[in-house]
């Protein structure tokens, strides 16, 4: 008995003491993670630099068991941004020719973050419960191009001094001299990545697409006549190849100069001049038209390029014009400039602004034809500007590459698209010229339900405006539905019968007012 009170004892006693064992520990964890999430900042140094990453800023987090947990995508582009501002590349040497003089300039190394090394060395700080500076680990880049390597593009370089290319193409001529030679060359061949984009500048100046035989029909004459041409394509890879081999050739021989044809592709027109009078274009089969009066100058120059784009082309029996195809690219480098545009809910300067309006005029005149239309979509908004000689729902937005505005030629002949820009007027007008073919259009009156009347008037600084001047660049519109019946026949056959829904939601007026002193 003596014993069985013993054991007894001896277990509520180790019991008693696990457990202030237990809450000892508990007390120790519970220190390491205040201890942990007190830090706010992950402290980065590199020589006399400093930076600070938030802990917040990268997802630092701990578990109860004080695990670690951290977004390494957003501490990621913390390092990338830090490494940009210490990374330099190791400078190859250089062959260069000057006033007939072979030079050679020396590289330089260079020195570049090592970032998993710096993600390892942060994750090991970030379990410590006392914060220290982490030095950032920097490597060396030494130049690829060794001093003896150089040395023999030297060599080279004096063998290709006073030595030229000329390619020609079509009458024209453009001659590579030694001094663009020689920055070509690298060890043991030529730097095809630094042809290549030359090659790509020079095919740009000499690429063009075919011309169709082109014409303007007014008051039942052709006007304007324009012959067919040939477009033609330059065979980029080809020449680069070409251009290599002969690079190779001009090393090695003493020739002094060598010419290189241009190879290309002739792209066929798909109008030739002969066929200008047997198309079909005989009447007119359809009409639209819209207002831009009070558009901004951007706005109506952009209205005028994409309509200019649009006039003259010639949509096949049985093709599907798409809009997209042949507004050309909306940006700056493709000749647009910037107008106000809807963007994420606000008003913006934007690359394009005003093109919609030529789609939207442009779909008025495909309703007006009867032809089949295969991808149309309405605005977000109701834009006044579009309504002020139509109906709410009589338009059509385009946003490339997703959103277009497609029809299809269902005809037996062509169909010439027209379009005129009258300033005077502030009027755009499409229209669709071919051969009649006995069908009818009836357009119902746009009905409109759902109406919501729009948020309040809302102003946005602009400090390309004068202090105290304010312009109005959108007008307040009411949200709605809107609905109109389309339907097309010949004879008693229905050709086409479709409702056109569009759904508008409430926008407000806006105003810039300008802070420049």
């Not at 700080?125 to 191009?145: H, W």
């Not at 299809?408 to 027209?418: E, G, R």
Request: charged share 25%.
């Amino acid at each position: 008995m003596r014993f069985k009170h013993l054991a007894i004892w001896t277990l509520i006693v180790l019991g008693l003491g696990g457990g202030v064992y237990a809450k000892a520990e508990k007390r120790k964890l519970e220190q390491k993670l205040q201890a942990l999430r007190a830090r706010q900042t992950i402290d980065l140094v590199w020589g006399t630099s400093r930076w600070q990453i938030k802990t917040s800023d990268v997802g630092v987090e701990y578990d109860r068991r004080a695990t670690l947990a951290l977004d390494e995508n957003r501490l990621t582009e913390k390092i990338a941004s830090i490494s940009a501002q210490i990374d330099i590349p190791a400078r190859e040497p250089e062959v260069s020719i000057k006033s007939g003089k072979v030079g050679i300039s020396l590289g330089e190394n260079g020195q570049e973050v090592d970032e998993r090394g710096l993600m390892q060395k942060i994750r090991q700080s970030l379990v410590k419960t006392v914060g220290e500076e982490i030095e950032i680990p920097v490597r060396q880049l030494l130049p690829k191009i060794t001093p003896e390597q150089a040395e023999l593009l030297r060599q080279r370089a004096e063998k290709l001094t006073g030595k030229s290319v000329v390619v020609k193409s079509d009458g024209d001529s453009w001659k590579i001299d030694s001094d663009q030679i020689v920055i070509w060359l690298e060890v043991g061949g030529w730097k095809r990545l630094e042809i290549e984009p030359w090659v790509a500048t020079l095919a740009a100046g000499i690429d063009r697409l075919p011309q169709n035989a082109h014409f303007r029909y007014v008051n039942g004459r052709v006007e304007e006549f324009a012959p067919a041409k040939n477009g033609v394509v330059v065979k980029q890879g080809e020449l680069v190849s070409l251009l290599v081999g002969y690079l190779v050739s001009l090393e090695k021989d003493e020739q002094k100069e060598i010419v290189v044809e241009i190879p290309t592709i002739a792209a066929e027109p798909a109008i030739k001049t002969g066929q200008v009078n047997t198309l079909g274009i005989k009447e007119l089969i359809g009409r639209g038209q819209s207002n831009f009066a009070g558009s901004i100058a951007n706005r109506i120059f952009n209205l005028k390029k994409a309509a200019g784009n649009m006039n003259g082309i010639l949509v096949a029996p049985g093709e599907t014009f798409s809009f997209n195809k042949y507004v050309g690219d909306i940006s700056a480098a493709g000749g647009y400039r910037q107008a106000y545009v809807i963007k994420e809910g606000r008003t913006v300067l934007g690359d394009g602004g005003g093109i919609c309006q030529v789609s939207t005029t442009l779909f008025r005149a495909i309703l007006a034809a009867g032809l089949p239309i295969e991808e149309r979509t309405a605005h977000a908004y109701r834009v006044h500007f579009y309504e002020e000689d139509s109906q709410p729902g009589f338009d059509a937005t385009i946003f490339t590459p997703d959103v277009d505005l497609k029809f299809k030629n269902d005809t037996p002949a062509y169909i010439l698209i027209q379009t005129i820009v009258d300033e005077s007027k502030s009027k755009l007008v499409f229209e669709l010229y071919g051969t009649s073919d006995g069908r009818k259009v009836e357009i119902s009156k746009a009905r409109v339900w759902d109406v919501t009347p729009p948020p309040p008037a809302l102003y946005q600084d602009d400090p390309s405006l004068r202090s105290g001047q304010v312009r109005q660049v959108d007008w307040a519109a009411w949200g709605a539905k809107a609905a109109f019946d389309w339907k097309v026949t010949r004879g008693s056959e229905v050709l086409q019968q479709r409702t056109f829904y569009s759904v508008y939601r409430p926008w407000q007026a806006v105003y810039l007012r300008g802070t420049a002193r």
